[in-house]
């Protein structure tokens, strides 16, 4: 079983920049695909990134590439989501979430993956 914790979230202005971690501990797979998706009020889930573990390969939605950086610290056992230059319809509760899957073309869709985190808001301001 993996267990996914969150963290970095905040409140930040216009152009401004947060760093999401989620920590991850268990499970028995050498290799996961590991996502970030969010959720803004009134809308669906939405993948925002996605990478295997040791962060060889990254996948982006549209609207976060040339902002967004996803990352995997092997050593650290932890996801990254560096998000610069944010925008208020990047506001949203932010989750990660992993699979012993592969990610592949399809990595967008939450129903691939088995285990979520809590989530942690992320709050942009004009």
């Known amino acids: 079983q993996v267990q996914l914790v969150e963290s970095g979230g905040g409140s930040v202005q216009t152009a401004g920049s947060l760093r999401l971690s989620c920590g991850a501990s268990g499970g028995g797979y050498s290799t996961y695909c590991l996502a970030w998706f969010r959720r803004a009020p009134g809308k669906k889930r939405e993948g925002v990134a996605s990478?295997?573990?040791?962060?060889?390969?990254?996948w982006y939605v549209d609207s976060v590439k040339g902002r967004f950086t996803i990352s995997h610290d092997n050593a650290k056992n932890t996801l990254y989501l560096q998000m610069n230059n944010l925008k208020p319809e990047d506001t949203a509760m932010y989750y990660c979430?992993?699979?012993?899957?592969?990610?592949?073309?399809?990595?967008?869709?939450?129903?691939?993956?088995?285990?979520w985190g809590q989530g942690t808001q992320v709050t942009v301001s004009s």
């Open positions: 979430a992993a699979t012993s899957s592969l990610c592949g073309s399809m990595w967008y869709l939450p129903e691939r993956y088995k285990y």
């Open positions: 990478t295997y573990t040791g962060g060889r390969r990254t």
